[in-house]
């Protein structure tokens, strides 16, 4: 068996595939809450305890977990992190709640398109969901016959989390631990800190971690933890799909048992590191025509919506292989046109801040802030 530290390599694994796959089964298992048959749900209706939706949403968090650790560890400036994730998330963000409030919007609503515009409600749509500040579930007008009535874009509930936990390892592995003068032991004063706080809510949040089919916000943030946590690890996290089938195994023989909770989030995040760099599976060059998972997540519930809408009721299947391959055009467009363009801009704040320290105001501003006893800040703003 190797370890996540000897497999661990950014151009050889699969978590574009596992990410594209993952928006897939969300865009799969919302069709049958959009076209009324949501009771019908097929991992929900055979577990009893989660569906594909919620399946897939936990999977994205344990890589984005993993991701999010992997990328603070191998950079020194605060900067150049937050940079990073505001390009990530924002652009393709606006530019879908733009075409869904200004451009959907108006073409599918019961109102006049001026009466629409004029809505505080359209308004407060675009605001509220853009900036993840205000998530608003409705447009004036919009998709109120529908069988899931008015609900524009549910997915998007999960993106706030996910900032807040940027923002959260932002402010220690970059921010406090740095500040403390620990920088050297970062890592794992970040992990024990991590431990601390799964362990706490697996012994104190046991109903809020075992709640995956609802929209909360527990168990997300313990698969993003634990993915963190893995990576953090990964000098001692070893890698096999014989010990991935016994976390399944353990799960299915400790059903309805206080440790089938913990086994579960172990098998999921577990399985999820060995298909993405056991050597069984190898699909290491998926995104290589783009990275569309996150356009996916982004635009297949409107799609949905928008199909009940104009061809009215339908089988949930006959929903998702209509809906999935215009929502991959959608996706590939946001690539292409939004999220490629955007990411292609990273560094540009660095960059840009460098132009303002001179060769000579360089070595000043660092002395000056060694001297007042601040070497980390001289290393967040000079780099």
Not at 1 to 20: P, V
Not at 250 to 270: D, E, K, Q
Not at 320 to 328: D, G, K
Request: hydrophobic share 50%.
């Amino acid at each position: 068996m190797k370890t996540l530290l000897e497999l661990d390599d950014a151009q050889k694994n699969n978590f574009d595939a596992i990410r594209f796959v993952a928006a897939a089964m969300v865009i799969f298992s919302h069709a049958y809450a959009i076209s009324g048959h949501s009771s019908e749900e097929p991992l929900a209706a055979k577990t009893a305890f989660i569906s594909f939706g919620a399946f897939a949403v936990e999977i994205f968090f344990v890589v984005s977990g993993y991701l999010i650790a992997r990328s603070l560890m191998r950079r020194n400036n605060i900067v150049d992190f937050a940079e990073a994730r505001i390009l990530r998330i924002f652009p393709a963000l606006i530019m879908c709640c733009a075409v869904c409030a200004f451009i959907l919007g108006p073409i599918v609503t019961s109102l006049r398109p001026n009466d629409y515009i004029a809505q505080p409600q359209t308004w407060k749509y675009f605001i509220g969901n853009a900036s993840l500040t205000n998530i608003q579930w409705f447009l004036p007008g919009v998709f109120e016959q529908n069988v899931y009535k008015g609900v524009v874009n549910g997915p998007l509930w999960t993106l706030p989390i996910e900032l807040k936990m940027y923002g959260a390892m932002l402010v220690l592995g970059l921010g406090m631990i740095p500040l403390l003068h620990f920088w050297q032991y970062r890592a794992r004063i970040l992990a024990t800190m991590i431990g601390a706080y799964l362990l706490y809510s697996f012994t104190n949040q046991s109903a809020e971690m075992a709640s995956h089919h609802t929209a909360s916000a527990h168990p997300l943030v313990a698969f993003f933890l634990i993915g963190a946590l893995a990576y953090l690890c990964r000098r001692i996290t070893f890698i096999s799909s014989t010990l991935a089938l016994a976390f399944w195994a353990a799960l299915v023989m400790a059903r309805g048992t206080p440790l089938s909770i913990p086994l579960y989030y172990a098998a999921l995040t577990y399985s999820v590191l060995v298909i993405s760099f056991d050597a069984t599976f190898k699909v290491h060059s998926f995104a290589k025509y783009g990275d569309l998972s996150y356009g996916l997540y982004l635009y297949g519930f409107p799609v949905k919506q928008t199909i009940i809408l104009v061809v009215g009721a339908m089988g949930a299947g006959t929903l998702f292989l209509i809906a999935f391959p215009t929502t991959l055009l959608l996706a590939w467009l946001s690539w292409k046109c939004v999220e490629a363009p955007a990411l292609a801009h990273k560094g540009f704040i660095t960059r840009l801040s460098r132009k303002f320290h001179t060769r000579r105001m360089r070595p000043i501003l660092r002395s000056l802030l060694e001297k007042l006893g601040l070497p980390r800040i001289a290393r967040w703003l000079l780099g």
